[in-house]
């Protein structure tokens, strides 16, 4: 019998993972997240962050930072519900509750945790949640964690939702509709007001994972709620501080009594060491900023659509995304593997997504415009899938 800690049963799961040519290493990143970066020592343009804004690494945001760890501290030094709780924690749900236009605001350590915690906290036993299938993995997660009995809807159809609820309304105490605002792999935005109508019909919570849609869709980035005005509508908002924001965490937006039962029940919060100063410095400045202008939203729109014509114009498939996120589709995996690869050769970093991630024969790679490119690097982008589609033969 071979020794446990040696760890043999994953080594062998290590060597399927070798066999089935998924196996990786993760890219090391030397600097700060930028437009242009050096990823594994080679000098890319980087198309595949999450920081739509440029806020990552923005003078105001670090200097805020800063200033805050002069009077604050590295360390939070306690979960929220002993003695992490600083007046800035405060201070920055009240500035989030007013920027999405929501009566409050409680943050999480991170957007993951976020829907860990906030979705067992309010369902329970005889409760249902109803949950579209291409739901972000934190979202099934949080799910697993509740109590409550769960099924999926197709993705975004909207019959079928209506029969589900149809079905299962009298069975249950309470029905949670979950959904993300924007879909993170095809960029296309979710059918908020007809999900919002149904749920009306039939007496049941909403609950938007806007991951993907905070700082990027509505008035200068308040979200998919603000874009569609369903503002009072939606029970439950979650937000990240990590993408659009370009720092760390997560947030639920809805009423006072939301907050006053997280703040009970809420697992995170209760057992994790609240967020650090610094990050709190720089959310609080990235709200601000957003808050006193359209510029960074304005500039990502503009930046995204000129992208995707340019792309699509070369007669790439870029599928139905309404929003930056720009799937390139190139359908067969092992393709879409060589095509990412041959893209960072030279010059881009596109990363690679496939089966498992999305539908087999739809692998494709999803370039994430941001605020921060100049015209100058995507021009240089869309001439370097031009050189690679050429000579894989793709059109
Ligand atoms: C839809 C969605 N929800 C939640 C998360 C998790 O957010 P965070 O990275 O802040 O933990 C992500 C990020 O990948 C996401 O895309």
Request: net charge negative.
């Amino acid at each position: 019998m071979s020794n446990v800690h040696e760890l043999q049963f994953l080594k062998e799961k290590i060597q399927e993972l070798k066999d089935q040519g998924v196996y990786r290493k993760l890219p090391v990143l030397e600097g700060a997240n930028e437009a242009e970066v050096i990823l594994n020592g080679k000098k890319v343009i980087n198309l595949s962050s999450n920081n739509y804004l440029g806020f990552a690494n923005h003078p105001r945001l670090k200097k805020a930072a800063v200033e805050v760890v002069d009077k604050y501290g590295v360390g939070a030094g306690a979960v929220r519900t002993i003695i992490g709780n600083m007046d800035i924690h405060e201070e920055m749900e009240k500035l989030l509750a007013e920027f999405k236009r929501e009566e409050a605001v409680m943050v999480f350590q991170s957007g993951f945790n976020c829907n860990a915690g906030t979705i067992q906290a309010v369902t329970e036993k005889g409760d249902l949640i109803v949950s579209d299938e291409l739901n972000h993995a934190s979202i099934i997660d949080g799910a697993r964690l509740s109590r409550a009995d769960k099924t999926v809807f197709k993705h975004a159809n909207m019959n079928h939702l209506e029969e589900v609820l149809k079905e299962n309304r009298d069975k249950y105490r309470n029905i949670l509709i979950i959904t993300d605002g924007v879909f993170s792999m095809d960029g296309d935005i979710a059918p908020l007001p007809d999900i919002v109508n149904l749920a009306e019909k039939y007496n049941a919570m909403t609950y938007v994972d806007d991951a993907h849609g905070s700082g990027v869709l509505g008035e200068s980035g308040r979200g998919t709620i603000d874009h569609f005005g369903l503002h009072g509508r939606v029970d439950f908002t979650i937000g990240t501080l990590s993408k659009a924001i370009g720092v760390i965490g997560g947030y639920v937006a809805g009423s006072h009594t939301m907050k006053d039962w997280l703040s009970h029940r809420g697992r995170p919060l209760l057992f994790s060491t609240s967020l650090p100063p610094a990050t709190v410095g720089a959310i609080m400045e990235a709200v601000k900023l957003l808050m006193s202008t359209t510029e960074y939203t304005d500039r990502l729109w503009d930046n995204a659509k000129y992208f995707k014509e340019k792309i699509s114009k070369l007669g790439y498939n870029i599928g139905n995304s309404g929003t930056p996120i720009t799937p390139v589709i190139i359908g067969e995996e092992g393709k879409t593997m060589e095509f990412s690869k041959k893209l960072f050769d030279h010059g881009v970093f596109a990363s690679g997504i496939v089966f498992p991630t999305v539908p087999k024969g739809t692998g494709r790679v999803r370039c994430m415009v941001t605020a921060a490119h100049t015209k100058e690097q995507l021009d240089r982008a869309v001439d370097i899938f031009k050189t690679v589609g050429e000579e894989m033969k793709l059109f």
